[in-house]
């Protein structure tokens, strides 16, 4: 099993980014996948899910109507774009996989740092 995320680094306050991460190693559709992110001294903390299908979505109010998390089931990949980008939402994204408390996997992480 493999999470691979990517597309991580710099960006001024405002602007945008979006993350991928590529699965392997499992039945991708079966799982639902989450972002999670943990900022320094803070509690890692869920930012966003999407369901197996693909069909439904939530966000941390923290981040509403400014990130949209996506998939690709033909690709194994999930996708979370970062619009709107504010200094608090500085912090390593770590991409999770989840189906059971057995079957339950994470990436390394990317890191996300906005600031002028």
């Known amino acids: 099993v493999q999470l691979v995320e990517s597309g991580g680094g710099l960006v001024q306050p405002g602007g945008s980014l979006r993350l991928s991460c590529a699965a392997s190693g499992f039945t991708f559709s079966r799982y639902v996948m989450r972002w999670y992110r943990q900022a320094p001294r803070k509690e890692r903390e869920l930012v966003a899910a999407?369901?197996?299908?693909?069909?439904?979505?939530d966000y941390a109010e923290a981040v509403k109507g400014r990130f949209t998390i996506s998939r690709d089931n033909a690709k194994n990949t999930v996708y979370l774009q970062m619009n709107s980008l504010k200094p608090e939402d500085t912090a390593v994204y770590y991409c999770n996989a989840w189906r059971t408390s057995i079957t339950n996997y994470w990436g390394q992480g990317t890191q996300v740092t906005v600031s002028s």
């Open positions: 999407i369901t197996g299908a693909g069909d439904t979505t």
